[in-house]
Structures are given as structure tokens and as C-alpha cells.
């Protein structure tokens, strides 16, 4: 079995509110870490993708589990270096970041489905082959696969129009890999389930704020909700439970 905390969409932006409702999940998260493998953050860590913004990101996800992390659009509004330099320790680079955090009983794959500089998003043919090889080494191991931008429409018209284009070379590529139990990914705002490729798409809702639904009362994002996230559970036979929980305020 599997347990995984999954936030995303913090938009870090040097300012106290989004840097407050991380840091009340993240003592959420903290709290009950014992019980969890790791931690996985599905991009838009930075708001302009600023080296600062990111540092601080960074230093807030620094918990007691191990991150596994990947870029939002927001996160490479310049490129991917500062994200390389700043998540990876790395002098820099345009590569995809791509990575494989291997937990007990399992794995996590991050793949990278930006397009420096713009909304949407896809995943480059360097990510598909990467995945594929990956998935190929990680044939008898149950994985959940995370990365930005949902590959299925949300009924969010605002993030509909900014999804994963292409996204039906990543359903063919995971009728070959049935050990991927589920996908998870964020950009969205929203906290949401569907499904893609016969697997759970599992959308974590932002630190940062909610974006509402047509049918809502609002037409911007709001952060007058309590910050939330999200709670997987990978049982041995690959079958995946999620629930969605605000994070309380913290005590002074
Ligand atoms: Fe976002
Ligand atoms: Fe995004």
C-alpha cells in the first residue's frame, strides 16, 4: 500500500498570502507524516517562475517526506533553468524534467507537460520516449503517474482551453502499461476526479485558490476557501482511494 499527500498549484509570489496557505498544509501534511510515503506537488510552485519565488517554494515543501515534484506553466514562464537550478540543484538547462521517486512498494513518476512560455500544455516527444523506457523498467511495479496539465476536459471552460494537447499519445502509451494505477495533476484549481485511459485522473486542488465553475457565483479565482488538498491511497491490488481535505488554521 501507498499513501501520498498531493498539493500543487502554490503560485509562490513573494507575498504573505499564498506563502501562508502553504505553510498551513504543509503543518497539515507534517502532522500526519508518519502515515504517508511522500509528498507530490503537481507544479505552478512559482507565480512568475522567478529563482526566488521558487527558492522559497522549495524551502516551504521541505517537510518531513520526500517531494516529487515537476513544473507548471507558471514555473517556466522564462524557460526551465531556474526550475532545474532551484528543484534540482542542477547549473540549468531546457530538458523536460522528467523523474522516477521510487517509495516502498511502489513508484512516482513526474513527468513535464510544459511548453515553456505558454498555458497549455503537452508532453514533447523526449517525455514520451523517456516515459515509455521507464514504464518499461517499472513493468511489475504499481505506479501513479503525476504532471500539470489534465489530459481530459473538466468541464472548467478557463482550464479546458489550457489542457495537455496531444493527449491521446499518452492514452496509447499507457494501454501498454496497466501497472499505472492512476494519474494525478493539478493546474486545474479545482479539486476533481475523472478518469483518463481507463485509469483515475485525479485533480489536486490549488494551495493557491479555487477557480469556480461556470455555475458559480464568482468568475475569478477565489481564496476565500480554506487552502486543500489531497490524500491517495494505492492499494496492493492497484485499486486507488482519494480524499480531499482542508487544511486547518494554524495555531499561533
Ligand atoms: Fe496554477
Ligand atoms: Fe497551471
Redesign the pocket.
Known sequence: MITLAHIS?LHIDGGARARERVERVMAYIDAVADSLDALVVT??LAEHGALGELEEARALLSGRLPAATCP???DVVEGRSAFRRVMLGEPGGEDPVNAVHRVDGGAVVMCDSTVPGE?GGLLSEETLEWLEDTLADLRTTPVVLGF??QPARLHAPY?DA?AMQGADRLAFLLERHPQVAGLLC??AHTAAATAFAQRPLLVAPATAGVLPLPWEDAHRVTDAQPPALAFHILDDDGRMTTHFRTAPPQED
Do not use: R
Open positions: 498549484d507544479g505552478d507548471g506553466n507558471h498555458g500539470h496539465h482550464v489550457l493539478g493546474h
